[in-house]
C-alpha cells in the first residue's frame, strides 16, 4: 500500500511558478513510476509527467516540455513537479500517482492517486 499527499498548490499570475510535492507512505516508493496528472474543471485528466522509480527516465506531455520538470528523492518518498512560466490555461487540480508496472501516461495504469492540490493561474 501506498498513500500520497500532495502540497504546494495555490494561486499565482501568469509567469510564475509553483514547485508541488508529493510525500509517499510506505517502505516502497523506490519501487514505483510516479506520475502528474491535472484535472480541470469539466475536463478529462490529462497526463503532465512521470519519472521512473530510479528517476533515471522522465516522460512529459508534449504541450508541457521545457516549462515543467518532474523529480523524485527516493530518501524522502517524495516526488516533485516544478512549474515555470505558468499559463492561465494550467489551472486545474493536480494529482501524484503510483504506477507499480512503469512509466505511463494512462491513469488507468496507476494504482494509488492523492487527493490532489488545487493550481490556479490568474492572468
Known amino acids: 500500500q501506498v498513500q500520497l499527499v500532495e502540497s504546494g498548490g495555490g494561486s499565482v499570475q501568469a509567469g510564475g511558478s509553483l514547485r508541488l510535492s508529493c510525500a509517499a507512505s510506505g517502505r516502497t516508493f523506490s519501487t514505483y513510476a510516479m506520475g502528474w496528472f491535472r484535472q480541470a474543471p469539466g475536463k478529462e485528466r490529462e497526463f503532465v509527467a512521470a519519472?521512473?522509480?530510479?528517476?533515471?527516465?522522465?516522460y512529459y506531455a508534449d504541450s508541457l516540455k521545457g516549462r515543467f520538470t518532474i523529480s523524485r528523492d527516493n530518501a524522502k518518498n517524495t516526488v516533485y513537479l516544478q512549474m515555470n512560466s505558468l499559463k492561465p490555461e494550467d489551472t486545474a487540480v493536480y494529482y501524484c500517482?503510483?504506477?507499480?508496472?512503469?512509466?505511463?501516461?494512462?491513469?488507468?495504469?496507476?494504482?494509488?492517486w492523492g487527493q490532489g492540490t488545487q493550481v490556479t493561474v490568474s492572468s
Open positions: 519519472i521512473s522509480w530510479s528517476g533515471g527516465s522522465t
Open positions: 500517482a503510483a504506477d507499480f508496472l512503469g512509466l505511463s501516461k494512462s491513469p488507468y495504469e496507476y494504482d494509488y
